[in-house]
């Protein structure tokens, strides 16, 4: 047994074998409605697995107002938001997005 045998499990590794059990076994076992949900659920894993890979993503500050205040032309020139904006929505998209194999 390894040092490390004894520590607990770290969450992406929890997520990784729940959502393998999920998949492997219950998923199987079911039918209509409850297969969908169940998919649904081993996919929504899926993205949390991609987000604690991914690092932290900053959350934008005051979406609503930032929002506002790019509809009123208030940023229109604002590369440097432009570029943030770009990088966040990449970021998210990796996340969200299931990777290609």
Do not use: W
């Amino acid at each position: 047994m390894t040092e490390n045998a004894m520590e607990e499990p770290q969450t992406a590794d929890l997520l990784d074998a729940a959502r393998a059990a999920l998949i492997a076994h219950v998923v199987p076992a079911l039918e209509g409605a409850a297969k969908f949900q169940a998919l649904m659920v081993a996919n929504a894993i899926a993205i949390a697995q991609r987000g604690l890979s991914s690092g932290v993503i900053a959350p934008l500050p005051d979406e609503a107002a930032l929002c506002a205040a790019i509809r009123a032309g208030a940023h229109d020139n604002d590369t440097a938001l432009a570029k943030t904006l770009h990088e966040y929505t990449e970021a998210r998209c990796r996340i969200s997005s299931k990777p290609a194999r």
